[in-house]
Protein backbone atom coordinates (compact mmCIF):
# COMPACT_ATOMS: atom_id res chain seq x y z
CA UNK A 1 0.00 0.00 0.00
CA UNK A 2 2.72 2.32 1.12
CA UNK A 3 5.58 2.03 -1.99
CA UNK A 4 6.69 5.26 -4.14
CA UNK A 5 8.39 5.06 -7.45
CA UNK A 6 11.72 3.22 -7.23
CA UNK A 7 13.41 7.04 -7.72
CA UNK A 8 11.94 10.03 -6.29
CA UNK A 9 12.07 13.99 -6.45
CA UNK A 10 14.11 15.31 -4.09
CA UNK A 11 12.64 18.33 -2.00
CA UNK A 12 12.90 19.45 1.36
CA UNK A 13 9.90 20.94 1.84
CA UNK A 14 7.31 20.31 -1.48
CA UNK A 15 5.75 17.35 -0.68
CA UNK A 16 4.25 18.96 2.70
CA UNK A 17 3.27 21.73 0.72
CA UNK A 18 1.34 19.68 -1.76
CA UNK A 19 0.31 17.46 1.37
CA UNK A 20 -0.77 20.55 3.15
CA UNK A 21 -4.85 21.10 1.74
CA UNK A 22 -6.08 18.13 2.21
CA UNK A 23 -4.14 17.24 5.76
CA UNK A 24 -5.35 20.67 6.99
CA UNK A 25 -8.96 20.07 6.10
CA UNK A 26 -8.72 16.58 7.10
CA UNK A 27 -7.28 17.41 10.64
CA UNK A 28 -9.81 20.40 11.27
CA UNK A 29 -13.31 18.99 10.36
CA UNK A 30 -12.36 14.96 10.37
CA UNK A 31 -10.16 13.97 13.15
CA UNK A 32 -10.35 17.12 15.73
CA UNK A 33 -14.53 16.62 15.61
CA UNK A 34 -13.96 13.43 16.11
CA UNK A 35 -11.77 13.50 18.77
CA UNK A 36 -14.19 15.78 20.25
CA UNK A 37 -17.16 13.09 20.17
CA UNK A 38 -15.09 10.75 22.14
CA UNK A 39 -14.35 13.37 24.78
CA UNK A 40 -17.56 14.85 24.79
CA UNK A 41 -18.90 11.11 25.22
CA UNK A 42 -17.07 10.67 28.47
CA UNK A 43 -18.27 13.81 29.98
CA UNK A 44 -21.53 16.01 30.97
CA UNK A 45 -22.25 19.67 30.15
CA UNK A 46 -24.87 21.39 32.24
CA UNK A 47 -27.28 22.47 30.85
CA UNK A 48 -25.86 26.24 30.27
CA UNK A 49 -22.70 24.90 29.04
CA UNK A 50 -20.86 26.22 31.70
CA UNK A 51 -19.14 23.18 33.13
CA UNK A 52 -18.47 19.77 32.53
CA UNK A 53 -17.68 16.97 34.45
CA UNK A 54 -15.93 14.12 33.14
CA UNK A 55 -18.13 11.04 33.54
CA UNK A 56 -16.36 8.07 32.63
CA UNK A 57 -18.46 5.40 30.52
CA UNK A 58 -21.93 7.02 32.07
CA UNK A 59 -23.41 7.63 28.51
CA UNK A 60 -22.36 4.57 26.98
CA UNK A 61 -23.65 2.35 29.40
CA UNK A 62 -27.17 4.30 29.80
CA UNK A 63 -27.42 3.54 26.22
CA UNK A 64 -27.15 0.39 26.43
CA UNK A 65 -29.80 0.04 29.05
CA UNK A 66 -31.91 2.38 27.00
CA UNK A 67 -34.68 0.38 25.27
CA UNK A 68 -35.07 2.97 22.31
CA UNK A 69 -31.82 2.79 21.58
CA UNK A 70 -31.61 -1.04 21.17
CA UNK A 71 -34.48 -0.81 19.28
CA UNK A 72 -32.80 1.84 16.81
CA UNK A 73 -30.12 -0.60 16.47
CA UNK A 74 -32.15 -3.58 15.74
CA UNK A 75 -34.46 -1.38 13.04
CA UNK A 76 -31.51 -0.22 11.59
CA UNK A 77 -30.12 -4.15 11.40
CA UNK A 78 -33.27 -4.79 9.88
CA UNK A 79 -33.27 -1.96 7.23
CA UNK A 80 -29.79 -2.76 6.60
CA UNK A 81 -30.36 -6.47 5.63
CA UNK A 82 -33.42 -5.47 3.43
CA UNK A 83 -31.95 -2.98 1.58
CA UNK A 84 -28.68 -4.82 0.48
CA UNK A 85 -30.58 -8.24 0.03
CA UNK A 86 -33.09 -6.43 -2.40
CA UNK A 87 -31.00 -4.30 -4.21
CA UNK A 88 -28.20 -6.76 -4.53
CA UNK A 89 -30.64 -9.41 -5.74
CA UNK A 90 -31.85 -7.33 -8.48
CA UNK A 91 -28.48 -5.95 -9.26
CA UNK A 92 -27.37 -9.80 -9.91
CA UNK A 93 -30.41 -10.74 -12.16
CA UNK A 94 -30.13 -7.41 -14.16
CA UNK A 95 -26.95 -7.98 -14.56
CA UNK A 96 -26.94 -11.95 -15.71
CA UNK A 97 -30.03 -10.79 -18.10
CA UNK A 98 -27.79 -8.21 -19.60
CA UNK A 99 -24.45 -10.20 -19.55
CA UNK A 100 -26.40 -12.65 -21.95
CA UNK A 101 -27.16 -10.28 -24.37
CA UNK A 102 -24.61 -8.82 -26.91
CA UNK A 103 -26.20 -6.09 -29.15
CA UNK A 104 -28.55 -4.83 -26.60
CA UNK A 105 -26.38 -4.73 -23.43
CA UNK A 106 -25.72 -0.94 -23.66
CA UNK A 107 -28.78 -0.01 -23.98
CA UNK A 108 -30.12 -1.63 -21.26
CA UNK A 109 -27.40 -0.64 -19.20
CA UNK A 110 -28.34 2.92 -19.76
CA UNK A 111 -32.09 2.16 -19.19
CA UNK A 112 -30.61 0.58 -15.85
CA UNK A 113 -27.97 2.91 -14.53
CA UNK A 114 -29.50 6.41 -13.73
CA UNK A 115 -31.55 5.79 -11.08
CA UNK A 116 -27.85 6.52 -9.04
CA UNK A 117 -27.35 10.06 -10.07
CA UNK A 118 -31.22 10.56 -8.31
CA UNK A 119 -30.49 12.37 -5.12
CA UNK A 120 -31.62 10.48 -1.78
CA UNK A 121 -34.04 13.18 -0.67
CA UNK A 122 -35.66 13.20 -4.28
CA UNK A 123 -36.01 9.48 -3.78
CA UNK A 124 -37.71 9.92 -0.77
CA UNK A 125 -40.11 12.49 -1.87
CA UNK A 126 -40.78 10.03 -5.18
CA UNK A 127 -41.59 7.14 -2.85
CA UNK A 128 -43.06 8.95 -0.48
CA UNK A 129 -45.64 10.32 -2.99
CA UNK A 130 -45.88 7.00 -4.46
CA UNK A 131 -47.58 5.80 -1.18
CA UNK A 132 -49.12 8.55 0.46
CA UNK A 133 -52.24 7.10 1.86
CA UNK A 134 -54.83 9.94 0.69
CA UNK A 135 -53.22 10.46 -2.91
CA UNK A 136 -50.74 7.95 -4.00
CA UNK A 137 -51.38 5.09 -6.86
CA UNK A 138 -49.94 2.04 -4.94
CA UNK A 139 -52.29 2.61 -1.79
CA UNK A 140 -55.24 2.50 -3.91
CA UNK A 141 -53.70 -0.52 -5.82
CA UNK A 142 -52.98 -1.96 -2.35
CA UNK A 143 -56.83 -1.64 -1.51
CA UNK A 144 -57.82 -4.15 -3.56
CA UNK A 145 -56.12 -6.68 -1.89
CA UNK A 146 -57.68 -5.42 1.66
CA UNK A 147 -54.43 -3.54 2.76
CA UNK A 148 -55.14 0.04 4.17
CA UNK A 149 -51.89 1.18 3.52
CA UNK A 150 -50.84 4.15 6.25
CA UNK A 151 -47.18 4.89 7.04
CA UNK A 152 -47.69 8.09 9.03
CA UNK A 153 -49.32 5.57 11.55
CA UNK A 154 -48.06 2.43 10.42
CA UNK A 155 -44.34 1.77 11.47
CA UNK A 156 -44.49 -1.73 9.57
CA UNK A 157 -45.65 0.17 6.53
CA UNK A 158 -42.92 3.27 7.31
CA UNK A 159 -40.08 0.72 7.05
CA UNK A 160 -41.25 -0.66 3.97
CA UNK A 161 -41.46 2.38 2.31
CA UNK A 162 -37.94 3.74 3.21
CA UNK A 163 -36.17 0.30 2.85
CA UNK A 164 -38.25 0.22 -0.78
CA UNK A 165 -36.93 3.83 -1.48
CA UNK A 166 -33.32 2.84 -0.33
CA UNK A 167 -32.69 -0.35 -2.45
CA UNK A 168 -34.52 1.64 -5.55
CA UNK A 169 -31.63 4.12 -5.49
CA UNK A 170 -28.97 1.39 -4.82
CA UNK A 171 -29.77 -1.50 -7.78
CA UNK A 172 -27.87 0.68 -10.48
CA UNK A 173 -25.01 0.38 -8.30
CA UNK A 174 -24.83 -2.88 -7.80
CA UNK A 175 -25.95 -4.21 -11.41
CA UNK A 176 -23.02 -2.35 -12.89
CA UNK A 177 -20.43 -4.18 -10.27
CA UNK A 178 -22.33 -7.35 -11.20
CA UNK A 179 -22.16 -6.84 -14.70
CA UNK A 180 -18.74 -5.96 -14.62
CA UNK A 181 -17.52 -9.45 -12.92
CA UNK A 182 -19.78 -11.49 -14.82
CA UNK A 183 -17.79 -9.64 -18.08
CA UNK A 184 -14.62 -11.01 -16.38
CA UNK A 185 -15.29 -14.49 -16.35
CA UNK A 186 -13.91 -16.32 -18.76
CA UNK A 187 -15.38 -17.29 -22.19
CA UNK A 188 -13.63 -20.48 -22.37
CA UNK A 189 -15.19 -21.71 -18.64
CA UNK A 190 -18.50 -21.10 -20.18
CA UNK A 191 -17.87 -22.68 -23.30
CA UNK A 192 -16.17 -26.05 -22.16
CA UNK A 193 -19.24 -25.89 -19.27
CA UNK A 194 -21.66 -25.52 -22.54
CA UNK A 195 -20.34 -28.55 -24.39
CA UNK A 196 -19.99 -30.84 -21.42
CA UNK A 197 -23.84 -30.62 -21.61
CA UNK A 198 -24.29 -27.71 -18.83
CA UNK A 199 -27.28 -25.55 -19.42
CA UNK A 200 -27.20 -21.24 -18.38
CA UNK A 201 -29.34 -22.19 -15.08
CA UNK A 202 -26.49 -24.79 -14.31
CA UNK A 203 -23.62 -22.46 -15.64
CA UNK A 204 -24.31 -19.79 -13.64
CA UNK A 205 -24.67 -21.26 -10.30
CA UNK A 206 -21.84 -23.93 -11.07
CA UNK A 207 -19.66 -20.88 -12.57
CA UNK A 208 -20.52 -17.45 -12.86
CA UNK A 209 -21.91 -17.13 -8.93
CA UNK A 210 -18.68 -18.41 -7.45
CA UNK A 211 -16.47 -16.59 -9.10
CA UNK A 212 -18.37 -13.45 -8.29
CA UNK A 213 -17.99 -14.20 -4.76
CA UNK A 214 -15.34 -11.34 -4.02
CA UNK A 215 -17.82 -8.63 -5.75
CA UNK A 216 -20.32 -10.15 -4.04
CA UNK A 217 -18.46 -9.47 -0.57
CA UNK A 218 -17.43 -6.23 -1.45
CA UNK A 219 -20.93 -5.25 -2.44
CA UNK A 220 -22.39 -6.66 1.00
CA UNK A 221 -19.64 -4.32 3.19
CA UNK A 222 -20.52 -1.71 0.67
CA UNK A 223 -24.18 -1.30 0.67
CA UNK A 224 -24.27 -2.04 4.75
CA UNK A 225 -22.37 1.09 4.58
CA UNK A 226 -24.44 2.97 1.96
CA UNK A 227 -27.92 1.96 4.15
CA UNK A 228 -26.51 3.03 7.67
CA UNK A 229 -24.78 6.08 6.64
CA UNK A 230 -26.53 7.72 3.25
CA UNK A 231 -29.80 7.06 3.93
CA UNK A 232 -30.04 9.79 6.06
CA UNK A 233 -32.05 12.07 3.21
CA UNK A 234 -34.07 9.53 2.70
CA UNK A 235 -35.70 9.25 6.54
CA UNK A 236 -35.67 12.71 6.71
CA UNK A 237 -37.63 13.25 3.67
CA UNK A 238 -40.21 10.92 4.01
CA UNK A 239 -41.17 9.80 7.88
CA UNK A 240 -38.48 11.25 10.22
CA UNK A 241 -37.80 8.40 11.91
CA UNK A 242 -41.95 8.56 12.78
CA UNK A 243 -44.26 7.18 13.60
CA UNK A 244 -43.73 5.93 17.03
CA UNK A 245 -39.77 5.78 16.11
CA UNK A 246 -39.97 3.21 13.99
CA UNK A 247 -38.15 4.04 11.53
CA UNK A 248 -35.46 6.37 13.63
CA UNK A 249 -32.11 4.58 12.38
CA UNK A 250 -29.01 4.95 14.27
CA UNK A 251 -27.45 7.83 11.78
CA UNK A 252 -30.98 9.56 12.42
CA UNK A 253 -31.13 9.43 16.22
CA UNK A 254 -27.38 10.64 16.50
CA UNK A 255 -28.75 13.70 14.68
CA UNK A 256 -32.45 14.05 16.17
CA UNK A 257 -30.38 13.18 19.67
CA UNK A 258 -27.84 15.64 19.13
CA UNK A 259 -28.68 18.67 16.69
CA UNK A 260 -32.81 18.73 17.48
CA UNK A 261 -32.68 17.24 21.42
CA UNK A 262 -29.16 18.83 22.45
CA UNK A 263 -28.31 16.14 24.28
CA UNK A 264 -24.54 16.20 23.39
CA UNK A 265 -23.39 13.52 25.56
CA UNK A 266 -25.39 10.85 24.72
CA UNK A 267 -25.17 11.62 20.59
CA UNK A 268 -21.73 12.13 21.06
CA UNK A 269 -21.75 8.54 22.17
CA UNK A 270 -23.48 7.29 19.87
CA UNK A 271 -21.36 9.11 17.25
CA UNK A 272 -18.58 6.82 18.72
CA UNK A 273 -20.14 4.00 18.49
CA UNK A 274 -21.48 4.12 14.64
CA UNK A 275 -17.33 5.29 14.24
CA UNK A 276 -16.18 2.08 15.53
CA UNK A 277 -18.87 0.09 13.08
CA UNK A 278 -17.13 1.86 10.09
CA UNK A 279 -13.73 1.08 10.74
CA UNK A 280 -14.95 -2.60 11.48
CA UNK A 281 -16.79 -2.16 7.92
CA UNK A 282 -13.76 -0.91 6.31
CA UNK A 283 -11.25 -2.75 8.11
CA UNK A 284 -12.97 -6.03 6.98
CA UNK A 285 -13.64 -4.47 3.03
CA UNK A 286 -9.70 -3.43 3.21
CA UNK A 287 -8.55 -7.14 4.33
CA UNK A 288 -10.55 -8.91 1.24
CA UNK A 289 -9.30 -6.43 -1.01
CA UNK A 290 -5.45 -7.68 0.26
CA UNK A 291 -6.75 -11.16 -0.45
CA UNK A 292 -8.05 -10.13 -4.13
CA UNK A 293 -5.27 -9.07 -5.10
CA UNK A 294 -3.08 -12.54 -3.94
CA UNK A 295 -5.41 -14.43 -5.71
CA UNK B 1 -23.98 -15.57 -25.32
CA UNK B 2 -22.45 -19.29 -25.40
CA UNK B 3 -25.31 -21.21 -27.49
CA UNK B 4 -28.23 -19.96 -29.37
CA UNK B 5 -31.33 -20.02 -27.05
CA UNK B 6 -33.90 -17.90 -28.75
CA UNK B 7 -36.53 -18.58 -26.18
CA UNK B 8 -34.38 -17.56 -23.38
CA UNK B 9 -33.45 -14.74 -25.14
CA UNK B 10 -36.72 -13.88 -25.20
CA UNK B 11 -37.45 -14.35 -21.78
CA UNK B 12 -34.16 -12.28 -20.55
CA UNK B 13 -35.75 -9.05 -23.09
CA UNK B 14 -38.84 -9.27 -21.64
CA UNK B 15 -37.52 -9.15 -17.83
CA UNK B 16 -35.40 -6.55 -18.46
CA UNK B 17 -37.94 -4.55 -20.07
CA UNK B 18 -40.62 -5.39 -16.95
CA UNK B 19 -37.35 -4.54 -14.90
CA UNK B 20 -36.84 -1.05 -16.70
CA UNK B 21 -40.37 -0.11 -16.32
CA UNK B 22 -40.33 -1.14 -12.45
CA UNK B 23 -37.72 0.85 -11.94
CA UNK B 24 -38.71 4.07 -14.35
CA UNK B 25 -42.13 3.70 -12.44
CA UNK B 26 -41.92 6.52 -9.79
CA UNK B 27 -40.26 8.82 -12.04
CA UNK B 28 -42.48 8.32 -14.75
CA UNK B 29 -45.20 8.81 -12.35
CA UNK B 30 -43.68 12.38 -11.67
CA UNK B 31 -43.07 13.55 -14.35
CA UNK B 32 -47.06 12.85 -15.25
CA UNK B 33 -48.03 14.21 -11.81
CA UNK B 34 -46.30 17.40 -12.87
CA UNK B 35 -48.17 17.96 -16.01
CA UNK B 36 -51.31 18.44 -13.85
CA UNK B 37 -53.01 20.49 -11.66
CA UNK B 38 -52.98 20.44 -7.49
CA UNK B 39 -56.68 19.72 -8.11
CA UNK B 40 -57.00 16.47 -9.84
CA UNK B 41 -53.78 15.11 -7.97
CA UNK B 42 -55.76 15.50 -4.67
CA UNK B 43 -59.49 14.80 -5.88
CA UNK B 44 -59.23 11.22 -8.00
CA UNK B 45 -56.96 8.24 -8.24
CA UNK B 46 -53.59 9.34 -9.52
CA UNK B 47 -54.04 9.76 -13.70
CA UNK B 48 -51.38 7.93 -15.56
CA UNK B 49 -51.79 9.59 -18.79
CA UNK B 50 -50.26 13.49 -18.74
CA UNK B 51 -52.20 16.05 -18.40
CA UNK B 52 -52.29 19.83 -19.64
CA UNK B 53 -50.85 21.87 -17.08
CA UNK B 54 -47.37 21.24 -18.03
CA UNK B 55 -46.05 24.21 -18.97
CA UNK B 56 -47.93 26.66 -16.36
CA UNK B 57 -46.45 24.00 -13.40
CA UNK B 58 -43.52 24.57 -14.70
CA UNK B 59 -43.67 28.49 -14.86
CA UNK B 60 -44.82 28.27 -11.41
CA UNK B 61 -41.65 26.85 -10.27
CA UNK B 62 -39.45 28.94 -12.08
CA UNK B 63 -41.23 32.17 -11.19
CA UNK B 64 -43.87 32.07 -8.18
CA UNK B 65 -43.93 28.40 -6.17
CA UNK B 66 -40.29 29.60 -4.04
CA UNK B 67 -41.95 32.66 -2.57
CA UNK B 68 -44.98 30.84 -1.81
CA UNK B 69 -43.12 28.32 -0.18
CA UNK B 70 -40.84 31.09 1.95
CA UNK B 71 -37.84 30.03 -0.17
CA UNK B 72 -35.47 31.96 -2.23
CA UNK B 73 -35.90 32.75 -6.05
CA UNK B 74 -35.96 29.23 -8.08
CA UNK B 75 -32.85 30.15 -10.19
CA UNK B 76 -30.79 31.11 -6.87
CA UNK B 77 -31.35 27.76 -5.80
CA UNK B 78 -30.34 26.02 -9.02
CA UNK B 79 -27.24 28.34 -8.95
CA UNK B 80 -26.33 27.35 -5.38
CA UNK B 81 -26.69 23.82 -6.00
CA UNK B 82 -24.60 23.81 -9.72
CA UNK B 83 -21.75 26.02 -7.51
CA UNK B 84 -21.41 23.43 -4.83
CA UNK B 85 -21.41 20.98 -6.82
CA UNK B 86 -18.77 22.39 -9.70
CA UNK B 87 -16.54 24.21 -6.69
CA UNK B 88 -16.74 20.52 -4.12
CA UNK B 89 -15.97 18.98 -7.90
CA UNK B 90 -12.65 21.04 -8.60
CA UNK B 91 -11.65 21.15 -5.01
CA UNK B 92 -11.73 17.20 -3.97
CA UNK B 93 -9.90 16.84 -7.60
CA UNK B 94 -6.98 19.14 -7.27
CA UNK B 95 -6.45 18.62 -3.52
CA UNK B 96 -6.48 14.72 -4.29
CA UNK B 97 -4.64 14.72 -7.03
CA UNK B 98 -1.41 16.62 -5.62
CA UNK B 99 -1.50 14.92 -2.40
CA UNK B 100 -1.29 11.52 -4.48
CA UNK B 101 1.67 13.35 -6.35
CA UNK B 102 3.44 13.98 -3.21
CA UNK B 103 2.92 10.14 -1.89
CA UNK B 104 4.19 8.99 -4.44
CA UNK B 105 7.29 10.95 -6.31
CA UNK B 106 8.85 12.05 -2.91
CA UNK B 107 10.44 10.04 0.09
CA UNK B 108 9.79 12.06 3.24
CA UNK B 109 9.41 12.15 6.65
CA UNK B 110 5.49 11.32 8.08
CA UNK B 111 4.44 10.35 4.64
CA UNK B 112 2.91 6.84 6.29
CA UNK B 113 1.33 9.52 9.30
CA UNK B 114 0.57 11.71 6.19
CA UNK B 115 -1.40 8.19 4.17
CA UNK B 116 -2.85 6.90 7.16
CA UNK B 117 -4.54 10.05 8.46
CA UNK B 118 -5.86 11.11 4.69
CA UNK B 119 -7.31 7.09 4.79
CA UNK B 120 -9.00 7.93 8.26
CA UNK B 121 -11.30 10.06 6.20
CA UNK B 122 -13.00 7.11 5.01
CA UNK B 123 -14.21 5.99 8.38
CA UNK B 124 -15.64 9.39 9.27
CA UNK B 125 -18.78 10.32 7.17
CA UNK B 126 -20.07 13.41 8.18
CA UNK B 127 -23.50 11.97 9.35
CA UNK B 128 -21.40 10.03 11.77
CA UNK B 129 -19.94 13.06 13.46
CA UNK B 130 -22.50 15.97 12.78
CA UNK B 131 -22.59 17.65 16.39
CA UNK B 132 -18.71 17.97 16.68
CA UNK B 133 -18.16 18.77 13.06
CA UNK B 134 -20.98 21.77 13.22
CA UNK B 135 -19.49 22.98 16.40
CA UNK B 136 -16.24 23.57 14.67
CA UNK B 137 -17.93 24.94 12.07
CA UNK B 138 -19.54 27.55 14.22
CA UNK B 139 -16.89 28.65 16.09
CA UNK B 140 -14.86 28.89 12.77
CA UNK B 141 -17.45 31.43 11.97
CA UNK B 142 -18.19 29.74 8.82
CA UNK B 143 -21.54 29.25 9.24
CA UNK B 144 -23.85 30.70 6.60
CA UNK B 145 -20.41 30.81 4.30
CA UNK B 146 -19.44 29.46 1.23
CA UNK B 147 -16.44 28.30 3.21
CA UNK B 148 -18.02 25.96 5.61
CA UNK B 149 -20.48 24.56 3.30
CA UNK B 150 -17.76 23.57 0.80
CA UNK B 151 -14.28 23.64 2.49
CA UNK B 152 -15.33 20.46 5.05
CA UNK B 153 -16.34 18.31 1.82
CA UNK B 154 -13.50 18.84 -0.01
CA UNK B 155 -11.11 16.25 2.07
CA UNK B 156 -11.21 12.94 -0.43
CA UNK B 157 -9.93 9.79 0.59
CA UNK B 158 -10.68 7.66 -2.64
CA UNK B 159 -10.14 10.75 -5.03
CA UNK B 160 -6.22 10.47 -3.57
CA UNK B 161 -6.23 6.85 -3.29
CA UNK B 162 -7.44 6.50 -7.38
CA UNK B 163 -4.49 9.31 -8.43
CA UNK B 164 -2.05 6.86 -6.33
CA UNK B 165 -3.53 3.86 -7.72
CA UNK B 166 -2.80 5.51 -11.55
CA UNK B 167 0.42 7.25 -10.79
CA UNK B 168 1.82 4.22 -9.71
CA UNK B 169 1.24 2.79 -13.36
CA UNK B 170 3.13 5.28 -14.87
CA UNK B 171 6.24 4.03 -16.06
CA UNK B 172 9.21 4.60 -14.27
CA UNK B 173 10.87 5.90 -16.92
CA UNK B 174 8.85 8.62 -17.53
CA UNK B 175 10.24 10.30 -14.67
CA UNK B 176 13.90 9.39 -15.22
CA UNK B 177 13.95 10.85 -18.59
CA UNK B 178 12.08 14.16 -17.37
CA UNK B 179 14.89 14.59 -14.71
CA UNK B 180 17.41 14.07 -16.93
CA UNK B 181 16.11 16.38 -19.35
CA UNK B 182 16.22 18.41 -16.21
CA UNK B 183 12.68 18.71 -15.50
CA UNK B 184 11.41 20.02 -11.45
CA UNK B 185 8.91 17.76 -9.98
CA UNK B 186 5.82 20.57 -10.33
CA UNK B 187 7.29 20.94 -14.45
CA UNK B 188 6.93 16.91 -14.29
CA UNK B 189 3.23 17.28 -12.58
CA UNK B 190 1.96 19.73 -15.19
CA UNK B 191 3.53 18.79 -18.66
CA UNK B 192 3.66 14.74 -18.06
CA UNK B 193 1.16 13.22 -15.21
CA UNK B 194 -1.39 15.93 -15.63
CA UNK B 195 -2.22 14.94 -19.34
CA UNK B 196 -2.01 11.51 -18.39
CA UNK B 197 -4.38 11.46 -15.89
CA UNK B 198 -7.33 12.92 -18.49
CA UNK B 199 -9.10 10.26 -18.66
CA UNK B 200 -9.35 9.58 -14.86
CA UNK B 201 -10.19 13.38 -13.92
CA UNK B 202 -12.99 13.01 -16.37
CA UNK B 203 -13.96 10.34 -14.90
CA UNK B 204 -13.78 11.50 -11.34
CA UNK B 205 -15.66 14.83 -12.30
CA UNK B 206 -18.16 12.96 -13.44
CA UNK B 207 -18.95 10.99 -9.88
CA UNK B 208 -17.94 13.81 -7.65
CA UNK B 209 -20.39 16.52 -9.31
CA UNK B 210 -23.55 13.77 -8.53
CA UNK B 211 -21.97 13.33 -5.23
CA UNK B 212 -21.54 17.42 -4.78
CA UNK B 213 -25.18 18.00 -6.14
CA UNK B 214 -27.01 15.58 -3.93
CA UNK B 215 -25.27 16.87 -0.89
CA UNK B 216 -28.46 17.72 1.78
CA UNK B 217 -27.62 16.78 5.57
CA UNK B 218 -24.58 19.25 5.47
CA UNK B 219 -25.62 22.20 3.79
CA UNK B 220 -28.94 22.00 5.64
CA UNK B 221 -26.83 22.32 9.12
CA UNK B 222 -24.18 24.67 8.50
CA UNK B 223 -26.81 27.23 6.29
CA UNK B 224 -29.72 29.19 8.05
CA UNK B 225 -29.70 31.94 5.96
CA UNK B 226 -32.21 30.89 2.59
CA UNK B 227 -29.78 33.05 0.03
CA UNK B 228 -27.56 29.71 0.94
CA UNK B 229 -30.45 27.26 0.11
CA UNK B 230 -29.93 24.37 -2.62
CA UNK B 231 -32.57 22.71 -4.49
CA UNK B 232 -32.45 19.57 -2.49
CA UNK B 233 -33.31 21.84 0.70
CA UNK B 234 -35.66 23.61 -1.12
CA UNK B 235 -37.33 19.78 -2.00
CA UNK B 236 -37.47 19.07 1.32
CA UNK B 237 -39.37 22.72 2.66
CA UNK B 238 -42.01 22.28 -0.23
CA UNK B 239 -43.00 18.80 1.21
CA UNK B 240 -42.95 19.67 4.56
CA UNK B 241 -45.42 22.21 5.01
CA UNK B 242 -47.02 23.33 8.17
CA UNK B 243 -50.16 24.51 7.16
CA UNK B 244 -52.47 23.50 4.07
CA UNK B 245 -51.75 20.70 1.65
CA UNK B 246 -48.59 19.86 -0.65
CA UNK B 247 -48.98 20.76 -3.65
CA UNK B 248 -48.00 17.94 -5.53
CA UNK B 249 -47.71 19.13 -9.11
CA UNK B 250 -45.07 21.36 -8.14
CA UNK B 251 -43.37 19.44 -5.50
CA UNK B 252 -43.09 16.83 -8.84
CA UNK B 253 -42.28 19.36 -11.15
CA UNK B 254 -39.23 20.43 -8.99
CA UNK B 255 -38.35 16.64 -8.34
CA UNK B 256 -38.01 16.27 -12.19
CA UNK B 257 -35.78 19.48 -12.30
CA UNK B 258 -33.65 18.30 -9.40
CA UNK B 259 -32.93 15.42 -11.11
CA UNK B 260 -32.44 16.53 -14.32
CA UNK B 261 -28.40 17.14 -14.11
CA UNK B 262 -27.05 14.24 -12.42
CA UNK B 263 -29.09 11.96 -14.62
CA UNK B 264 -28.32 13.73 -17.79
CA UNK B 265 -24.82 13.40 -16.98
CA UNK B 266 -24.66 9.50 -16.04
CA UNK B 267 -27.06 9.20 -19.14
CA UNK B 268 -24.79 10.82 -21.74
CA UNK B 269 -21.32 10.42 -20.12
CA UNK B 270 -21.68 6.75 -19.22
CA UNK B 271 -18.29 5.30 -19.89
CA UNK B 272 -16.90 7.93 -18.21
CA UNK B 273 -19.54 7.36 -15.51
CA UNK B 274 -19.08 3.62 -15.29
CA UNK B 275 -15.66 3.88 -15.19
CA UNK B 276 -15.15 6.35 -12.26
CA UNK B 277 -18.11 4.60 -10.48
CA UNK B 278 -15.92 1.39 -10.59
CA UNK B 279 -12.13 2.63 -10.22
CA UNK B 280 -13.31 4.71 -7.37
CA UNK B 281 -14.81 2.41 -5.30
CA UNK B 282 -12.04 -0.59 -5.18
Known amino acids: ???????????????????????????????????????????????????????????????????????????????????????????????????????????????????????????GVLWFFLFNSSTGILPYYLSFFGIKWDHNLNGTHAMILIIIAAAWKQISYNFLFFLAGLQSVPHTLMEAAAIDGSGPIKRFFDISLPLLSPTTFFLFIVNVNYTMFDTFSIVDATTNGGPAQSTNILVYKVYQDGYLGLNLGSSSAQ?????????????????FVERRVQY | ?????????????????????????????????????????????????????????????????????GLPAYPLMAMNSMIMAIVITIGKIVISILSAFAIVYFRFRFRQLAF????????????????????????????????????PLVASATATFLFRQFFMTVPEEMMEAARVDGAGPMKFFKDILLPLSRTNIAALCVILFIYGWVQYLWPMLVTTDPSYYTLMMGMKRMVAVQDGEVQWNLVMAASVLAMLPPVAIVIFMQRLFIRGLTETEK
Not at chain 1, 26 to 40: C, D, N, R
Not at chain 2, 122 to 146: C, F, H, Q
Request: charge should be positive.
Open chain 1, 1 to 123: MMDTKRTTFQNKWLPYVLLAPQLFITLIFFIWPAGQAVKSSFEREDPFGFSTVFVGLQHYARLMQDPNYLDSFLRTAVFAVAVTVISMLLGLLFAVAVDRLMRSARVYTTLLVWPYAVAPVVA
Open chain 1, 271 to 287: SVLLMLIVIVLIFVQFR
Open chain 2, 1 to 69: MVENRPFLTFLTHAFLLCGFVVVAFPVYVAIIASTHDAQTLMSTTMPLLPGSHFIENYRTIFTSASAAN
Open chain 2, 116 to 151: WIIFITLMLPVEVRIMPTYKIVADLGMLNSWAGLII
